[in-house]
């Protein structure tokens, strides 16, 4: 397996603090441990585990241990239970239960967390343990009901339309609807996945009675890291709320205190050049109630503080007395939002790091304003895997063109990558020609511009919108003459149809988009171990992966 390390900075859509987390110079670094405490590219964060009390552990284990279970956990997985309950610590990374296990980063994730944890346990001697957090309580339904493959000539989405008319935690919902929706999508999924072994998982765990989102995402996850013992976890259960709760205690009593640590600390990161992830807004809270409607169906209701110091959700009125009796006696109800889920997380799991995606690493900064008002210290939060994956055919037409990654990124388009690939198989000498006039007409142009500015300044901006539109005219015989050469040659545009579907599908990173299941279908569970090995390598910025 051959792989190259591209920067950061050369990937589209990643925001300047995950820039600067990832790729920091010193002045950086110093700006940037005020809210990333723990330098993520050094060992050091694996002594950081917090010690948790042998009843917690117990608690932990035995809840853990029934989920394992359920998901099919292998005897690695259930050996790493028995670890957390022994004093391990874990290497925590999580995602969204998206339909059939979604994109190519959830394994990436999961095979980091792999590989910190075996990393951290042969540094410090202390045994640490892979888990996955299931976002189960997350109520973007939208966003998990749909899984996209790239077929030889388009990217298609499978979707299984699910209904949600409210905000329903998504980890409970069927994925079968009895519509039929659910057949349909696992008979083309195994049909663009060939049939390959992962097709059979699929239709085992998402076809199964009474299958959900969650409980079916987390049996594909279980198999396919059975080997690594990566243990699976669902918090949205009453069991893992009471471990919890005194974080959900403290930011019902705290909202005001906590609300007022995240106003400064988004200030901060404004007045530092970056952008909040998260808008807080004055009246805001950290946790969700989840109340039955009148379909007795689970709904999520954002819990907004009145001024008199009430709260309110789905249009019911609460005393802060309510909300903490609703805490003790059904603590599931209760439900963490964005910036509180890693806390809450935290005071459940002995955590030595956090392993997370650039959007999670960003929230982050935030988060730590909530991390140190409540639990007193800030988890160490490390990067995952980035990574391309380049299939052999693939492979080997961007190296026949001599194109790199960023290249295709710079391009955008399939048909813009064409007319570079026609500009690249023009003849020799009309490359010279069009160099040769291109270069003469610029000099002959900025010496006119000069000139003539010298003489006014409306002359001279005349002269430079003048040769600008004639700059442009030669960039436009360029283009043309590139154009010709696709059109001869069917091949090139051929090849940058297939580079672009497959490297950056639709304009986006294919981590992000691309289903990791049909990697899987490809490659066969030892893509797995691949990624592990990866995700030690050092390499803070970007992996292209040839297979």
């Known amino acids: 397996m051959q792989a190259e390390c591209i920067s950061i900075s050369e990937l589209p859509g990643t925001t300047k603090l995950f820039r600067d987390f990832a790729e920091s110079s010193a002045e950086d670094t110093r700006v940037l441990r005020k809210w990333y405490p723990h330098d993520p590219f050094v060992m050091e964060w694996a002594r950081h585990a917090p010690e948790l009390s042998a009843e917690h552990r117990a608690k932990l284990a035995d809840a853990l241990r029934v989920q394992v279970t359920a998901f099919g956990g292998s005897d690695a997985a259930l050996a790493n239970v028995e670890k957390l309950r022994n004093g391990a610590a874990a290497v925590v990374t999580g995602q969204q239960v998206a339909l059939f296990g979604g994109p190519l980063l959830t394994l990436l994730k999961a095979a980091t967390a792999v590989r910190k944890a075996q990393d951290a346990t042969k540094a410090g001697g202390r045994e640490h343990v892979p888990v996955f957090w299931l976002a189960t309580e997350d109520h973007d339904l939208e966003e998990v009901d749909q899984v996209a493959f790239v077929t030889k000539q388009a990217v298609e989405t499978i979707k299984l339309e699910l209904n949600a008319n409210q ?13 039929g929706a659910l057949a349909a999508a696992l008979e083309r999924a195994s049909e663009l996945l060939e049939w390959a072994p992962v097709a059979d998982w699929l239709r085992e765990f998402y076809a199964a009675p009474s299958a959900t989102l969650a409980s079916a995402f987390g049996k594909l996850l279980t198999r396919l890291f059975a080997k690594q013992g990566l243990v699976v976890m669902d918090a949205s259960t009453r069991e893992f709320h009471a471990l919890g709760s005194p974080v959900l205690r403290k930011a019902i009593e705290q909202a005001e205190e906590l609300e007022a640590a995240l106003i400064a600390r988004s200030k901060d990161l404004e007045d530092a050049g970056y952008h909040a992830q998260v808008n807080v807004e004055a009246g805001m809270s950290l946790v969700f109630l989840i109340s039955a409607n009148e379909a007795g ?181 360029r283009r043309m003459a590139a154009a ?4 001869k040659e069917a091949s090139l545009k051929k090849h940058a149809t297939a580079i672009v579907l497959n490297v950056f599908p639709d304009g986006q990173l294919q981590e992000r988009l691309l289903a990791g299941v049909g990697f899987v279908a490809r490659h066969g569970d030892g893509l797995v171990e691949v990624l592990v090995e990866h995700a030690g390598l050092e390499c803070p910025g970007h992996r292209v992966i040839a297979l």
């Open 484 to 487: 010709f050469e696709v059109q």
């Open 167 to 179: 905000p329903r935690p998504v980890g409970g919902i069927r994925v079968d609807d009895g519509s």
């Open 297 to 477: 169906e689970q709904v999520r209701y954002s819990l907004r503080r009145g001024a008199g110091g009430e709260w309110k959700a789905g249009g019911k009125t609460y005393s802060t007395a309510e909300l903490l009796a609703i805490l003790a006696n059904e603590p599931e109800r209760v439900s963490p939002n964005a910036l509180l889920r890693a806390v809450f997380q935290d005071a459940i799991l002995p955590t030595a790091a956090y392993v997370g995606g650039p959007a999670e690493i960003a929230y982050f900064a935030q988060s730590a304003a909530v991390y140190e008002k409540i639990l007193g210290r800030v988890t160490p939060v490390l990067p995952r895997l980035s990574a391309t994956l380049l299939e052999p055919a693939i492979a080997q037409v961007m190296a026949a063109h001599e194109i790199s990654l960023p290249q295709v990124f710079e391009a955008k388009t399939a048909e813009e990558l064409a007319v570079r690939l026609g500009a690249r198989a023009m003849p020799i000498e009309g490359k010279r020609k069009l160099a040769a006039v291109g270069n003469a007409m610029d000099a002959e142009l900025t010496a006119l511009t000069e000139y003539m500015s010298a003489m006014s300044d409306d002359l001279g901006r005349a002269a430079g919108v003048s040769a600008n539109k004639m700059r442009y005219q030669m960039n436009r015989l």
